[in-house]
C-alpha cells in the first residue's frame, strides 16, 4: 500500500493549510505517478494561456471591397469563424490577442479577375508597420478563375497593445477583393493561434 508523507520545511514557520472545498459530493484527486511540481498562478508557464490558447479567423462578408491602384487598403473582415479571447474587433479589423507570446499568422487573399500584368500584394502589418509581405506579377492575358495570395508569418505580440491588421494593394488597375467566393477557394481572410506564450 502506498503511503502519503508530509514532509515539513525547517527554515519555513508559516502553516501550511490544506482547505476541503464547499461541496457536497464526494472529490478523488488523483496524483501522477511520478515527481514534479504542481502548476500555479506564479508558475513560469502561464496557466491562462495553457488553459485557453488565443485563436482567431476572420473573413470578409458578402461584399466586395475595392483596392485603389497602387494604394496599400486596410482589408475588411467583419465576420468570424472563431475567436476564442473575443480579441479581433470586426469594427476596425485589428487583432489585439491578450496573451504575450509568438504567433503563427497567416492570411489569404482572394482577387477578382484581372488583367495580365497586374502585381498584387498584400501585408500582415504589425502596429501599423510592415511585418510581413508577399507581391507577384501576373502574366497571360487574363487570370480567369481570381487570384490567391497567401503570406504566412511567426511574430511575437505582447498580449496587452500590440496589434495586427491585414492590407492589400494591386499595381495595374483597378481591381477588387472577394468577400466570399465558394466557387473558388473561399473568401478572404487572416487567421493566427498561439504557438508559445511567455
Not at 45 to 58: D, G, L, R
Not at 88 to 109: D, E, Q, R
Request: charged share 10%; proline share 4%.
Amino acid at each position: 500500500m502506498s503511503k502519503i508523507a508530509l514532509t515539513p520545511n525547517a527554515s519555513g514557520t508559516g502553516t501550511l493549510t490544506i482547505a476541503a472545498p464547499n461541496t457536497s459530493t464526494d472529490r478523488t484527486l488523483t496524483l501522477p505517478d511520478e515527481t514534479g511540481t504542481v502548476l500555479s498562478s506564479a508558475s513560469n508557464v502561464s496557466v491562462q494561456a495553457t488553459q485557453n490558447i488565443p485563436v482567431f479567423a476572420a473573413y470578409a462578408q458578402n461584399t466586395d471591397q475595392v483596392v485603389s491602384n497602387d494604394t496599400w487598403t486596410k482589408v475588411q473582415l467583419p465576420s468570424e469563424d472563431v475567436d476564442s479571447n473575443g480579441t479581433f474587433n470586426t469594427s476596425t479589423y485589428t487583432w489585439t490577442p491578450n496573451v504575450a507570446g509568438w504567433y503563427s499568422v497567416s492570411a489569404k487573399l482572394k482577387w477578382q479577375i484581372i488583367s495580365g500584368g497586374t502585381v498584387v500584394a498584400v501585408s500582415i502589418k504589425k502596429n501599423g508597420n510592415y511585418h510581413q509581405n508577399v507581391d507577384f506579377a501576373l502574366s497571360g492575358s487574363y487570370l480567369t478563375a481570381g487570384c490567391i495570395v497567401i503570406p504566412q508569418t511567426l511574430i511575437y505580440m505582447n498580449g496587452t497593445t500590440d496589434y495586427l491588421e491585414l492590407y492589400a494593394n494591386c499595381n495595374g488597375g483597378t481591381t477588387r477583393t472577394l468577400s466570399h467566393d465558394a466557387n473558388y477557394w473561399g473568401s478572404t481572410r487572416m487567421e493566427g493561434y498561439l504557438v508559445r506564450a511567455d
